[in-house]
């Protein structure tokens, strides 16, 4: 099965340095993807740690001032093979989708 590719309509220009030009070739060679498609699943990486970086201020005491306490920044990543009940829902998800559009298709 061919994957549909996303319609993408923003366009970023960035400056970046010869260092991580080089970081993104590289990982561009290593996935079979132009650097341009690494960059931008580079940025949503670093999207979603922002957003978890935010979420865990919010998990804080009320009564702690991150300002004034020191702390630092923890980022983990793991790749983990799926569970057998994972794989089981997504399974049913897909079927969801391919049904509604089967539907949308017939109307």
Known sequence: ?????QQLSGVLNLRIDDALAREVDRIAGVEA?????????????????QRQIEASYLRLP????????????????????YTQ?????????????LSDAEDRASR
């Open 1 to 5: 099965m061919t994957e549909k590719k």
């Open 85 to 97: 009940r994972e794989l089981w829902d997504r399974e049913d998800a897909f079927e969801a989708q």
């Open 33 to 49: 993807t132009s650097a341009s498609e690494a960059a931008r699943k580079l940025l949503g990486y670093g999207v979603e740690v």
């Open 62 to 81: 009320y009564n702690l001032d991150r300002e004034t306490v020191e702390g630092r920044l923890v980022i983990e990543a793991a790749w983990k093979p």
